[in-house]
Each structure stands twice: as structure tokens, then as C-alpha cells.
């Protein structure tokens, strides 16, 4: 299996940036596509980002298109999402997760989850 730990969640003013990071365990990080989905009070988790397990592919969801990033580091076990031009409607726990699907962009194709990361964006 495999294990999830976000963290660089914290305060931050609108209109600037933050950047998150989730540490995976185990050899065969390489294979799993990542995505990022976040979840706000009395809302539904929604999914953000996914990059493939190559690199190669990114989706972005319409909200976050153009100003976040995601990325990964197969040599640390890691992937990250830079958070540019943030919202206050960016609030959120970010939760990282990993799927041994191509593409994932649904909940349901994601195996394992990380505990979250809390982000907060003040006006």
C-alpha cells in the first residue's frame, strides 16, 4: 500500500501563493498517477489536479486552471502543488492521492489519500 502526507498548508492573503507537498511511501511511487482534491465545510470533496505517473499529463479543474500547478518528484516521492493568485473560494483541507489509473479525476479512481492539509485565504 501506500502512504500519504501532505503538508504547506497555512494563511495566506488573497492574491498570493502558496505552495503544498505530499511525501509517499513505498518503491513504487513512479507507477501511481497524483492528484490533489480539496474539501470545504458543508461542500463535497472536489477533485483540483492530477498529474500521470509519468509527468506527462496534467488536468486541472476550470477553477484552478492557470494558476496552480502540480508536479512530482519521482527521486524524493514527491508531489506538489503550487497555488498562484490565490481566492478566498480556494479554502479548503487539500488532500493528495494516488491511483493506479492513467488519468484519475474522480474520487472513486483513487486508492490511497493522504489526511489532509488546511489552506486559508483572507480577504
Known amino acids: 500500500q501506500v502512504q500519504l502526507v501532505e503538508s504547506g498548508g497555512g494563511l495566506v492573503q488573497a492574491g498570493g501563493s502558496l505552495r503544498l507537498s505530499c511525501a509517499a511511501s513505498?518503491?513504487?511511487?513512479?507507477?501511481?498517477?497524483m492528484g490533489w482534491f480539496r474539501q470545504a465545510p458543508g461542500k463535497e470533496r472536489e477533485f483540483v489536479a492530477t498529474i500521470s505517473s509519468s509527468g506527462r499529463i496534467t488536468v486541472y479543474a476550470d477553477s484552478v486552471k492557470g494558476r496552480f500547478t502540480i508536479s512530482r518528484d519521482d527521486a524524493k516521492n514527491t508531489v506538489s502543488l503550487q497555488m498562484n493568485i490565490l481566492k478566498p473560494e480556494d479554502t479548503a483541507v487539500y488532500y493528495c492521492?494516488?491511483?493506479?489509473?492513467?488519468?484519475?479525476?474522480?474520487?472513486?479512481?483513487?486508492?490511497?489519500w493522504g489526511q489532509g492539509t488546511q489552506v486559508t485565504v483572507s480577504l
Open positions: 492521492a494516488a491511483s493506479l489509473r492513467s488519468v484519475p479525476q474522480s474520487r472513486r479512481q483513487y486508492d490511497y
Open positions: 513505498g518503491r513504487t511511487f513512479s507507477s501511481y498517477a
